[in-house]
């Protein structure tokens, strides 16, 4: 990757070494399906048009006419990804080790979704959704060969989405709904200090202002410091969503759906933990001292401020009762990630801190599913599905080390009685090698980051859903 800077050696080194500090910070433009434990079970084939409960909302409003009495639905959902780094032709940042790879970079996150519909006469139901629909954690050891592209990357969101549909005849129902998103990430990285610090050194000799003989000892004491830099930011938007369901006859529907982009202006702040100098010999100290007195001034705390996007995406769905067993459902979903070109974090004073080209691809998601009911009581949910991810091969960074991943996903549901139902699912993702070739746009500063990723994910979902 490159950056635009353009400043001196020694700026180009201190902000270079930022790295991944802002590199992915799209990171939660990747998008969570998981918004009910019902629709997990048969990789949420059908989501647009099925209408199985309240949930269905988030996938299309219109589907909200299915709704005949109030109902209230809480989900919980464990999602467990897993993404190891291995190396191939990595190469050490200047006056680094190398480091080793990282460890499994996935984290377990707790998901919850709350629905609630509401009946208002025979033509109009109004309901509210609140979920997650963007999140991201990758957190890798301090040591590794990626440190200064990243460490900590944390992006939570929380939607809420109030909607109304309207039954405009007995076949065509419309949806609408207004979305209000918070989000709030924190990303962490190393900064290679040493690096910063040569740089400077070389600068001060250059100018006169320092022996050239003393860079070898200055170097030789100064090898293996890092820096610690932390961005984190927050930020609310509103966006839209609107949907139609038509039912051909009683046992078959399809549901078309639209969800607006939402965009979002993240203020927030970038600090630094510096290292101590304590192992620097006396003789050399104050020099070092001085130089890490400007390297400290070009790498200081501040406001930032960044604009980000979050995509838009449009869903069409099929669903049809073959028998009063069985279901079939399928889905095609497409949501437009190339509105990501660029992330450009910048610090309030003006100064970009730094930039990355992105260049997203827009995505397809494509599902299969069916339910099969073997009594009043217990219905069994499964379902496939193919995901494609909007990451390059030519731009993939830790952050969001993604790969196109494929969907097997099995569920089912327990009637406690006619009110009262529990859901369950789980699916388990995987996809094939993620090659990755990064060094931030500054070997020296950042090393180079060249091998490949081994991804795969569970998640698994429990739902109660009550009806009044």
């Known amino acids: 990757?490159?950056?635009s800077l353009k400043k001196s050696a020694l700026a180009v080194v201190i902000i270079s070494s930022l790295g991944g500090v802002c590199t992915q910070a799209q990171a939660a433009a990747f998008a969570l399906q998981e918004q009910s434990a019902s629709g997990l079970g048969n990789a949420f084939a059908g989501g647009a048009a099925e209408g199985a409960d309240a949930s269905s909302m988030f996938a299309?409003?219109?589907?909200?006419?299915?709704?005949?009495?109030k109902q209230v639905i809480s989900a919980m959902h464990i999602a467990t990804p897993s993404m190891t780094f291995h190396h191939e032709r990595s190469?050490?940042?200047f006056n680094q080790p190398l480091g080793n790879e990282g460890g499994d970079s996935?984290?377990?996150n707790f998901l919850g979704n709350f629905y609630v519909a509401l009946p208002i006469n025979d033509r109009w139901t109004a309901g509210l959704g609140m979920g997650t629909p963007f999140g991201l954690e990758t957190d890798y050891?301090?040591?590794w060969a990626g440190r200064y592209l990243a460490l900590r990357s944390a992006v939570k969101t929380l939607n809420v989405n109030p909607a109304v549909s309207f039954k405009a005849t007995e076949q065509l129902s419309l949806g609408i709904g207004v979305n209000w998103q918070y989000v709030h990430a924190i990303f962490t990285s190393a900064v290679n200090y040493s690096a910063a610090l040569a740089s400077a050194?070389?600068?001060?000799a250059a100018a006169g202002r320092l022996p050239p003989d003393m860079l070898p000892a200055i170097l030789g004491a100064t090898g293996g410091l890092d820096s610690i830099s932390k961005v984190k930011g927050h930020n609310n938007a509103w966006g839209w969503n609107a949907g139609l369901?038509?039912?051909?006859d009683p046992s078959t529907?399809?549901?078309l759906s639209y969800r607006s982009e939402v965009k979002h202006k993240v203020n927030g702040t970038v600090t630094f933990n510096h290292p101590s100098l304590g192992n620097v010999p006396a003789a050399l100290a104050p020099i070092v001292g001085g130089i890490a007195d400007g390297v400290n001034n070009a790498l200081h705390d501040g406001k930032i401020h960044a604009d980000i996007t979050l995509p838009q995406n449009a869903n069409l769905s099929f669903f049809r009762q073959v028998t009063p067993k069985l279901d079939l459902m399928a889905d095609i979903q497409w949501t437009g990630w190339s509105s990501l070109k660029e992330l450009t974090f910048i610090r309030n004073e003006g100064s970009v801190l730094q930039s990355t080209p992105e260049w997203f691809k827009n995505t397809w998601r494509v599902s299969l599913g069916g339910n099969y009911r073997f009594n009043e009581r217990w219905l069994m949910r499964a379902g496939v599905a193919y995901d494609q991810s909007p990451v390059r091969d030519t731009y993939r960074t830790p952050r969001l080390p993604d790969v196109d991943r494929y969907w097997i996903s099995l569920g089912g549901q327990y009637a406690i009685n006619p009110q009262m139902h529990i859901d369950a699912g789980f699916t388990y993702l995987f996809g094939k090698k993620a090659p990755i070739r990064d060094n931030g746009g500054n070997p020296q500063a950042n090393g180079a980051l060249d091998g490949y990723y081994k991804n795969y994910a569970t998640v698994a979902s429990v739902q109660f859903t009550y009806t009044f």
Request: aromatic residues 6%.
């Open 245 to 248: 369901l038509y039912e051909f």
């Open 253 to 255: 529907r399809v549901g």
């Open 91 to 93: 190469q050490p940042a």
């Open 60 to 69: 299309n409003p219109a589907t909200l006419s299915q709704r005949k009495s």
């Open 106 to 108: 996935g984290s377990a």
């Open 141 to 143: 050891n301090n040591t």
């Open 201 to 204: 050194a070389q600068s001060a």
């Open 1 to 3: 990757m490159k950056t």
